[in-house]
């Protein structure tokens, strides 16, 4: 049987950003939304750009330039 991880445990990890964000040349903001977006999982899958933009205090710009860095 595979062991999967269920979206609730997502809480439980730490991650370690330099890995994820290796070779993307993401800005000081873009990395503070990174992390806001990783530690507040749970709430982010249901919020649209303009929430989390308003969320980090930046603009909606940034989030979408942070999601085509990211390769999504």
């Known amino acids: ?6 979206i609730n ?6 991650v370690d950003l ?3 964000i290796e070779g993307k040349n993401l ?3 873009e990395e503070k939304v990174l ?7 749970d709430e982010v899958v249901r919020m ?4 989390i933009a308003k ?5 909606t710009s940034t989030i ?7 390769g999504y």
């Open 27 to 29: 800005t000081d903001v």
């Open 9 to 14: 445990d997502w809480g439980k990890i730490m």
């Open 1 to 6: 049987m595979a062991n999967y991880m269920n």
């Open 18 to 20: 330099s890995k994820l």
């Open 64 to 70: 979408m330039r942070l999601t085509k860095k990211l």
């Open 48 to 51: 649209g750009v303009r929430t």
């Open 35 to 41: 992390r806001y977006i990783i530690d507040h999982i």
């Open 55 to 59: 969320n980090n205090y930046t603009s």
